[in-house]
C-alpha cells in the first residue's frame, strides 16, 4: 500500500522560504509521477507544479513560476517542494500527490494516492 506523508510545513514571514518534504513507502517512488497541490480555506484544490518519474521534466502553474521548485530524490523516495519569496496568499495545506500514469498532471484526479497535507501559513 502506497503511504505518501508530508512535513516541513509552518509559520514563515513573507519573503522567506520554506522546504516541504513528502516520503513515499510501499511501493517504488521512481515508478510515480508526483505533484504538489495546495488548498485555502473555501478554495478548490490547486495545482501547483508536477515532476516526471525519471525527474527529467517538471511543469508548473504560473502561478508559482520562478518562485517554487520539485526536486526529487529517488534514492531517498522523497519529493521536495522549495519555496522561495513567500506571499500571504501562499498559506494554505499543502498536498503532495503520485500516480503511475498521468494524462493531465494539473487534474487532482489524475493522482491515485494523496498525503495528508501540511499546512503553510505565511505572515504579512
Known amino acids: 500500500q502506497v503511504q505518501l506523508v508530508e512535513s516541513g510545513g509552518g509559520l514563515v514571514q513573507a519573503g522567506g522560504s520554506l522546504r516541504l518534504s513528502c516520503q513515499l513507502s510501499g511501493r517504488t517512488f521512481s515508478s510515480f509521477t508526483m505533484a504538489w497541490f495546495r488548498q485555502a480555506p473555501g478554495k478548490e484544490r490547486e495545482f501547483l507544479t508536477a515532476i516526471h518519474r525519471s525527474g527529467a521534466g517538471t511543469y508548473s502553474a504560473d502561478s508559482v513560476k520562478g518562485r517554487f521548485a520539485i526536486p526529487r530524490d529517488n534514492a531517498k523516495n522523497t519529493l521536495y517542494l522549495q519555496m522561495n519569496n513567500l506571499k500571504p496568499e501562499d498559506t494554505a495545506v499543502y498536498y503532495c500527490?503520485?500516480?503511475?500514469?498521468?494524462?493531465?498532471?494539473?487534474?487532482?484526479?489524475?493522482?491515485?494516492?494523496w498525503g495528508q497535507g501540511t499546512q503553510v501559513t505565511v505572515s504579512s
Open positions: 500527490a503520485a500516480t503511475r500514469t498521468v494524462n493531465s498532471p494539473t487534474a487532482p484526479d489524475d493522482y491515485d494516492y
